[in-house]
């Protein structure tokens, strides 16, 4: 039965990445009136989620300035280099450790910036009727983040791999996970072509 009471949600963003095949921070790429950080960041904001915490590494300094203002906790992994797992796990451990006491965390990338509020709350809905499942993202060629993931998973979010992303634990548990489909919105922005082709519009799931 889901619970009466509403969530507490923590929404991790992964945005330590060095953006080596784009050759810059693709985190502060203009995206409409921002960047692309900043959007990320304005959508989390929109929705039911308790707090919202960003985990940066790489370009820390360059990124902060531009962040700073906005109602967030920013963390500076010192291990970014060794992959999204281990922003994830540093996420969820300070997440954890907040005063809050969170029901489930909602891990989201910084480079999906089709990936609005309306899709984040469409997962929290979904994640409030099934208060113990797993709640990912179908993206049209692989389930995963963005997800939401209950309070059952933080052990084993917090000691994941640093080479492995949240896929990796939405696939050990695929029969406990619940799918809302958003292959309208789910591409990567990992070069520059990919980036130019969205500002222009283009694209194909």
Do not use: C
């Given at each position: 039965?889901?619970?009466?009471?509403?969530p507490?949600?923590?929404?991790?963003?992964?945005?330590?990445?060095?953006?080596?095949?784009?050759?810059?921070?693709?985190?502060?790429?203009?995206?409409?009136?921002?960047?692309?950080?900043?959007h990320?960041?304005?959508?989390?904001?929109?929705?039911?989620?308790?707090?919202?915490?960003?985990?940066?590494?790489?370009y820390?300094?360059?990124?902060?300035?531009?962040?700073?203002?906005?109602?967030?906790?920013i963390l500076?992994?010192?291990?970014?280099?060794?992959?999204?797992?281990?922003?994830?796990?540093?996420?969820?451990?300070t997440?954890?450790?907040d005063?809050?006491?969170?029901?489930?965390?909602l891990?989201?990338?910084?480079?999906?910036?089709?990936?609005?509020?309306?899709?984040?709350?469409?997962?929290i809905?979904?994640?409030?009727?099934?208060?113990?499942?797993?709640?990912?993202t179908?993206l049209?060629?692989?389930?995963?983040?963005?997800?939401?993931?209950?309070?059952?998973?933080?052990?084993?979010l917090?000691?994941?791999?640093?080479?492995?992303?949240?896929?990796?634990?939405?696939?050990?548990?695929k029969?406990?996970?619940?799918?809302?489909?958003?292959?309208?919105?789910?591409v990567?922005?990992?070069?520059?072509?990919?980036?130019?082709?969205?500002v222009q519009g283009?694209f194909?799931?």
């Amino acid at each position: 039965m889901p619970s009466l009471q509403e969530p507490k949600i923590a929404q991790i963003i992964l945005a330590a990445g060095t953006s080596s095949r784009m050759g810059e921070p693709k985190q502060l790429l203009p995206w409409h009136q921002t960047t692309l950080i900043g959007h990320a960041i304005q959508e989390a904001l929109k929705t039911e989620t308790s707090s919202v915490f960003v985990v940066l590494g790489a370009y820390y300094d360059l990124i902060y300035e531009q962040v700073h203002h906005f109602p967030i906790t920013i963390l500076e992994n010192p291990n970014w280099e060794m992959g999204m797992g281990s922003s994830i796990r540093f996420g969820v451990k300070t997440a954890i450790q907040d005063k809050l006491t969170f029901d489930a965390v909602l891990i989201s990338l910084v480079d999906q910036p089709l990936i609005d509020a309306i899709h984040f709350e469409a997962l929290i809905s979904k994640y409030k009727e099934n208060p113990e499942s797993i709640v990912a993202t179908n993206l049209g060629k692989r389930i995963g983040a963005p997800g939401i993931f209950p309070a059952s998973y933080f052990d084993e979010l917090a000691m994941l791999k640093s080479d492995y992303g949240a896929r990796y634990i939405i696939e050990k548990y695929k029969d406990k996970t619940k799918v809302i489909t958003a292959t309208d919105k789910g591409v990567d922005v990992d070069t520059m072509k990919e980036y130019q082709d969205l500002v222009q519009g283009k694209f194909h799931s």
